[in-house]
């Protein structure tokens, strides 16, 4: 079922859908980056990239303070808004 709906973005963020590729186990997406930029990018394409297919990502963590601000700033806001990620 993932992996059909992936299938969609192959096209559009084929480095994002690579790596989820390679780092999904059963229920649990473990993926790294090189930069704090490339993080962030990973993590808004994949929120919505998964949200396109009614699934809710969570419980991002890094080891990168500033990033984890800005990733629970940015989930907070969307619990208390209810919004999408687009």
Known sequence: ???CHLEQ???T???TVRKIRESIYVDDIIMGAQS???ALKLYQESKAIFSN???NLRKFTTNC???QG???E???CKEKTGADES
């Open 13 to 15: 963020h084929k480095e």
């Open 36 to 38: 704090e930029s490339e």
């Open 9 to 11: 973005f192959e096209n």
């Open 74 to 76: 940015m989930e907070q």
């Open 53 to 55: 297919g009614g699934f």
């Open 1 to 3: 079922m993932i992996g």
């Open 70 to 72: 800005k990733i629970d």
């Open 65 to 67: 303070q500033v990033l």
